[in-house]
Structures are given as structure tokens and as C-alpha cells.
């Protein structure tokens, strides 16, 4: 349990309320998976909007998990909206894919969800 994200800061803002902390994984694992596959076929195509409004969405969740990967989603997300063109994101955006991946299935696991 809570080895690819932490809980003590949201444990702390829920004052431990369990009910409120499934809750918050199960909203975690319906919109940051689709969030990531959204990001990846962005990137992909090149889709620097797409990228950037993606990415600014997840960094509050990912970093209220510390799923240990925030600032690589900042340079995702700066890499879409300063659309730079000249740059090579794939493994920022393979350790954030990466990270949510093992996030959602320990989450999954550890809170006995899907």
C-alpha cells in the first residue's frame, strides 16, 4: 500500500474520514487514466493545446497523490503550451504514463475498486 503514491496529505484534508478517501481514489482512477490517454494521443499528434490543458488539469492530482512525477507533467504541459516544437517530451510523458499506470492499479488494489 502506498508505494507508487502517498495518502498523507489527503488523509490529513479528509482528517481521515475513509468514506471520503475511496471517494477520492475512485475519482482518481475514472479520470486520470482517461487524462493520461487523452495526453499520450495528444502529444502524439502534436496537439500542443490539447497537451497543455491536459496536463494543467492532472498536476493537482498527481501532485495531491505524490505520484512523484509533477515535475515531469510540468514539462509536458510546458512543452504544449510554449509548443516547442524543437523538443523531444516522449520520456517526460513515458514516466508520467507510467506513473499513473502503477498508481491506478495499486490504488485499485489497495482500495479494492473495478
Not at 475511496?22 to 497537451?51: C, G, M, W
Not at 503550451?81 to 506513473?99: C, F, G, Y
Amino acid at each position: 500500500m502506498e508505494i507508487h503514491y502517498k495518502l498523507h496529505r489527503l488523509k490529513e484534508l479528509a482528517d481521515n474520514d475513509q468514506e471520503f478517501l475511496l471517494a477520492l481514489a475512485s475519482t482518481f482512477i475514472e479520470e486520470v487514466p482517461e487524462d493520461a490517454r487523452v495526453l499520450k494521443i495528444a502529444v502524439a499528434e502534436k496537439n500542443y493545446l490539447q497537451t497543455y490543458q491536459t496536463a494543467h488539469k492532472m498536476k493537482p492530482t498527481v501532485d495531491m497523490f505524490e505520484l512523484g512525477i509533477l515535475d515531469d507533467l510540468i514539462e509536458v504541459q510546458d512543452w504544449g503550451k510554449l509548443e516547442q516544437t524543437e523538443k523531444d517530451i516522449t520520456d517526460k510523458l513515458n514516466k508520467v504514463l507510467a506513473a499513473v499506470e502503477r498508481a491506478t492499479n495499486e490504488l485499485i488494489e489497495d482500495f479494492n475498486l473495478e
